[in-house]
């Protein structure tokens, strides 16, 4: 099955920073979403982006499906937005996602 | 609409019990699939269900049965419950495998520990 790598595994930041997050994939993606694991283990899903650019407030995201990568921006960012960010894929025709091991934030006041 | 609604929150178990996780959705999804997190692991896909009367293994299905007798219902069970099954489990729907633009929706997960 399809291979997600996430980088960084582990992000710290004062509040108001920007910083990026990114997923590479080892097949063609499908299904690509972007999910948000609050600090009470709530999952939120944040985008559904095999191609393109998608914005929401101060997050937004980009994949590039011909080179398997996707990229995740968290501008100015809040102590609402820690909690680990997770990518996944199917990388077929079916709805298997494949997740990621996860992005670890962590914004400081 | 309460969207994915997962029973218990919470569950102890002693080695070789049996029990059944409860996942409902009312979004009239096609998709429903179960994940299990463990620490350092991400999510890993238990089972999943393309509709009613349609179940299919994902990574790791050992251990655990599902069925899908309605839209609405999802049910995971274990069968001989092990110390290795303790985890958080995730329930999750979409609306629609073909055609793109479905995303996954998530209950709030169960916690299950097994001594």
């Known amino acids: 099955g399809i291979q997600v790598e996430q980088s960084p595994p582990d992000l710290i930041l004062q509040e108001g920073a920007n910083s990026t997050l990114r997923c590479n994939f080892s097949?063609?993606?499908?299904?690509l979403q972007w999910f948000h694991q609050n600090p009470w283990g709530q999952l939120i899903n944040l985008f559904y982006?095999?191609?393109g650019t998608k914005q929401n407030g101060r997050l937004s995201a980009t994949t590039v499906a011909t080179e398997r990568y996707s990229l995740l921006y968290i501008s100015s960012s809040q102590t609402t937005d820690s909690g680990v960010y997770f990518c996944?894929?199917?990388?077929?025709?079916?709805?298997?996602?494949?997740f990621g091991k996860g992005t670890l934030l962590t914004v400081n006041p | 609409n309460a969207g994915v609604t997962q029973t218990p929150k919470f569950q102890v178990l002693k080695t070789g019990q049996s029990m059944t996780l409860q996942c409902a959705q009312d979004?009239?999804?096609?998709?429903m699939s179960w994940y299990r997190q463990d620490p350092g692991m991400g999510l890993r896909l238990i089972h999943y269900?393309?509709?009613?009367?349609?179940?299919d293994q994902g990574e790791v299905p050992n251990g655990y049965n599902v069925s899908r007798s309605t839209t609405e219902d999802f049910p995971l069970r274990l069968l001989s419950a092990a110390p290795s099954q303790t985890s958080v489990y995730f329930c999750?729907?979409?609306?629609?495998?073909?055609?793109?633009?479905?995303?996954?929706?998530f209950g709030n997960g169960t916690r299950l520990t097994v001594t």
């Open positions: 996944a894929d199917s990388g077929g025709s079916n709805y298997k996602l494949t």
């Open positions: 999750a729907s979409t609306r629609s495998v073909r055609g793109g633009n479905s995303p996954l929706h």
């Open positions: 097949d063609s993606v499908n299904n």
């Open positions: 269900s393309v509709g009613a009367g349609i179940t």
């Open positions: 982006i095999p191609s």
């Open positions: 979004m009239n999804h096609e998709y």
